[in-house]
DNA sequence: TCTTTTTCATATCATTTCAATAGGAATTAA
DNA sequence: TTAATTCCTATTGAAATGATATGAAAAAGA
């Protein structure tokens, strides 16, 4: 059920560029986002021009060049990017919705494994479809800002020019924090959904 | 997101010696699940030997041989199988509960990724290790008998030996049932969840 | 105009994994 | 003794994976 080195790669450049955008920061060239997510630089220029042709990203050449999100943030789903790099998120392509194909069994239809399987792709596409890029930069700057930890891309790089203003979030997208008492923080799912919602159990 | 064919081998053969465990069939030959689920024979023939130097099923060599489960299909959980053919259900190294890895990230603890594909791992998790191969064989055996199909390994194949009797299932192991608005019922997904319990959603 | 820095485009490569195939040894029943 | 089966080990071919390599095209600045 593993997710390729290679969508590892365009899922956490993808958030980078999210992050980018949220502290005002125009463009991000290749060489950053590799050096900070230590990605192999030339492997991560064939991600990067995968995820422009499927437009997720646009590009400006040239020196002072670099990449930007093509489309707000919250209108990218995780699902999307997984399948254009990986494929369908179905573990069997006969549960697949999105590029079904038939497999060799003798009957589908009585296939207990197809209907296990179902579940499980239905699970992780509940997941991947439901949560935008903009979701997974949220937890993750908001995770980052609890900590103290500034974030990145907060500055242009090598040029002086001056920067756009960070768009002010309004007081941290409202974060509701909620106290829990100690004795329940104590097994965190530290997932995104236990994140979001606090009180979220398995 | 994919499961190996080997995996789904393994899981389909699995899956038929419960079948014939519940029919009282004593031995299964490679032959016949090879024939069945069209595998090919020395394949399977590999896979057996993996799943039962694990411990899943047990064999009878020589003539008439052949394989049987080596404990109640309700004591063997699809995860386990399924770790065993294709490794760790996370689709990422640092949320494997079961091998964790590092992974070349620079802050695991603050990577929302890591976070989204914690929630994933759990998901399918939950689903994989919740669910035994009994579920899945009663989903299947009692689906074929409402379509009117014969189960299949219900003699014994080349050989005349008195057969054992099934196991009668007591009533398919009450299930709660538990209503639902018929608004809230959005789509029937056709899983092992809507199977077992028919009011179930997403 | 020339240089530097970047994206863009292709080709190539090394390794591993996947999905088998092959050949025969050991065991058992008739 | 023979036939049918599991067991064991090696090999293979194709594809996927995870990169490197080389250089063209574009843009900005000197």
């Not at 958030?15 to 980018?20: E, Q, R, T, V």
């Amino acid at each position: 059920m593993k997710l390729s080195k290679k969508g590892e790669y365009a899922l956490r450049s993808l958030i980078d560029l999210g992050i980018a955008a949220d502290v005002g920061r125009e463009l991000v060239q290749v060489a950053e986002l590799a050096e900070k997510e230590l990605i192999p630089a030339k492997f991560l220029e064939q991600i990067m021009q995968e995820l422009k042709s499927a437009g997720f990203i646009t590009s400006q050449r040239g020196k002072f060049g670099g990449y930007r999100l093509a489309r707000p943030a919250d209108d990218i789903s995780i699902g999307e990017i997984v399948r254009l790099i990986d494929g369908p998120l179905a573990p069997i392509g006969c549960v697949s919705q999105t590029s079904y194909e038939k497999c060799s069994c003798p009957d589908e239809v009585h296939c207990g494994l197809r209907m296990l399987m179902l579940d499980v792709r239905n699970a992780i596409a509940g997941i991947l479809d439901r949560y935008s890029l903009a979701d997974v930069v949220d937890v993750t700057t908001r995770k980052m800002k609890r900590d103290g930890i500034p974030l990145p891309f907060s500055h242009e790089r090598t040029h002086g020019a001056a920067r756009r203003s960070a768009k002010e979030q309004p007081a941290a997208a409202a974060t509701k924090r909620q106290q829990i008492p100690a004795d329940r923080r104590l097994k965190p799912v530290e997932g995104i959904l236990s994140e979001l919602f606090p009180d979220y159990t398995i």
